[in-house]
């Protein structure tokens, strides 16, 4: 049975359901009855920082998932914080705060 043909897409999926509490906390159902609109003001400046978050999501948590190898669980969880550090490093200094992960 080749293990690793499953493993990452179990890895990424437990990392997601790990960040599950974080992202809560974002949704829409907790702003009250309805959700209210971003003013058109803003909005150029939500699309760049949304833009931003997901390249930057692709460049560092998302390669880290695919490639690290299994076969060690620290080397794994080594791997993950890292990139999770520099993910929050590169929003740091993107967006002037500290990001979610």
Same mark, same amino acid.
């Given at each position: 049975?080749?293990?690793?043909?499953?493993?990452?897409?179990?890895?990424?999926? /437990? !990392?997601?359901?790990?960040? *599950?509490?974080?992202?809560?906390? !974002?949704?829409?159902?907790?702003?009250?009855?309805?959700?209210?609109?971003?003013?058109?003001?803003?909005?150029?400046?939500?699309? *760049?920082?949304?833009?931003?978050?997901?390249?930057?999501?692709?460049?560092?948590?998302?390669?880290?998932?695919?490639?690290?190898?299994?076969?060690?669980?620290?080397? /794994?969880?080594?791997?993950?914080?890292?990139?999770?550090?520099?993910?929050?490093?590169?929003?740091?200094?993107? /967006?002037?705060?500290? *990001?979610?992960?």
């Amino acid at each position: 049975m080749n293990i690793q043909r499953w493993i990452k897409p179990l890895l990424i999926a /437990l !990392l997601l359901c790990c960040m *599950a509490p974080l992202l809560q906390s !974002l949704s829409a159902a907790d702003a009250g009855p309805a959700a209210k609109p971003v003013p058109p003001e803003d909005q150029q400046g939500l699309l *760049a920082a949304s833009q931003f978050m997901d390249a930057n999501e692709c460049e560092t948590l998302i390669p880290t998932a695919r490639t690290t190898s299994v076969e060690n669980t620290e080397s /794994l969880l080594s791997s993950v914080n890292a990139a999770g550090n520099n993910f929050s490093k590169q929003a740091q200094n993107q /967006l002037g705060r500290q *990001a979610e992960f």
